[in-house]
């Protein structure tokens, strides 16, 4: 059984930063794509961040490019989201969220933020001004 555990969440000032964990068990991530979205109150759903197990390519969305960075650890089975820069409006619940490699490789679901099947249960951030 797959289960993703999202943790690292908080309240920061506007210009600092969070560590954000996703850590899977049932499963080793060895190919793989791995995304962070969030949901802010009265906002659609915003995929920020993606990377493939495998190759460890990255994808951002335009609005956290630069100030947000995903990484992985496949020793621990983890991946991470590093929050820099913060701002107000990058408050919301973030999720941690994968989906395996099959018969669509994992380049094509983190590309355009592609639907995945599986979810963490996601941890709030919130920055003030």
């Known amino acids: 059984q797959v289960q993703l555990v999202d943790s690292g969440g908080g309240l920061v000032q506007a210009g600092g930063s969070l560590r954000l964990s996703c850590a899977a068990s049932?499963?080793?991530?060895?190919?793989?794509?791995i995304a962070w979205f969030r949901q802010a109150p009265g906002r659609e759903r915003e995929g920020v961040s993606c990377?493939?197990?495998?190759?460890?390519?990255?994808h951002y969305s335009d609005s956290v490019k630069g100030r947000f960075t995903t990484s992985k650890d496949n020793a621990k089975n983890t991946v991470y989201l590093q929050l820099n820069s913060l701002k107000p409006e990058d408050t919301a619940v973030y999720y941690c969220?994968?989906?395996?490699?099959?018969?669509?490789?994992?380049?094509?679901?983190?590309?355009?933020?592609?639907?995945?099947?599986?979810w963490g249960q996601g941890t709030q951030v919130t920055v003030s001004s």
């Open positions: 969220v994968a989906q395996p490699g099959g018969f669509l490789r994992p380049h094509y679901y983190c590309s355009g933020f592609g639907p995945m099947g599986y």
């Open positions: 049932g499963v080793t991530l060895d190919d793989w794509a």
């Open positions: 990377i493939t197990s495998r190759d460890g390519a990255t």
